[in-house]
């Protein structure tokens, strides 16, 4: 599966910002303050994760994934922790599923971390400066777009593959020392 690509990137902020910023708009007179903002970060959330999960270039564990977040997002709900805590705990979750489907290495989900933390930054000045959800959920998903950059591993150590574990090559050469060894003890009786 081909990796996701900045311009789509754009494209899930434009649609996320677009149907968030017409359904704040259509439930604000029904639904005002925060449990509209929270029925919105869960929203939105939710179809960010099913995206990522869909893009991951990883073959198991997508569907546990949006399980375990829709299990995460329940607790959330009815825990009902406040605002600030209640939006860095779905940013958490969207780290974490990046974390887990993207990268390799935990220099890159370091940084994928500090990207989270600039779209929050960006996503809060936004909506301070112009009051406008809109624009809040536009620059929180710009930023996001740039976790593509992000290197999959960010040091590749020599000898060590994704899983931590010796190279195939030093297996291989082991495996047949270990195959010489045996084959001449068994010679000699």
């Not at 809109?134 to 710009?142: A, K, Q, R, Y």
């Not at 495996?175 to 003890?185: D, N, Q």
Request: charged share 10%; aromatic share 12%.
């Amino acid at each position: 599966m081909k990796q996701p690509a900045f311009p789509e990137g754009v494209a899930v902020a434009l649609a996320a910002s677009l149907a968030g910023g017409a359904v704040y708009s259509a439930l604000d007179v029904v639904f005002p303050g925060a449990p509209l903002l929270r029925l919105l970060i869960a929203g939105i959330s939710l179809v960010y994760v099913i995206y990522l999960a869909g893009r991951s270039p990883e073959r198991v564990g997508r569907v546990t994934t949006v399980a375990v977040w829709l299990i995460v997002a329940g607790v959330l709900w009815f825990t009902q922790p406040p605002l600030p805590l209640y939006l860095c705990m779905h940013l958490g979750a969207i780290w974490l599923v990046r974390s887990l489907h993207f990268y390799s290495s935990a220099l890159s989900a370091l940084a994928d971390l500090g990207l989270n933390i600039l779209a929050l930054s960006a996503a809060v000045w936004a909506i301070t400066r112009t009051d406008s959800v809109f624009l809040g959920i536009w620059s929180f998903f710009l930023v996001q777009a740039l976790f593509v950059v992000i290197p999959k591993q960010a040091f590749r150590s020599s000898g060590v593959n994704r899983a931590g574990q010796a190279g195939t090559d030093h297996f291989q050469q082991a495996y047949r020392s270990a195959e010489a060894a045996v084959r001449k003890l068994s010679s000699i009786h």
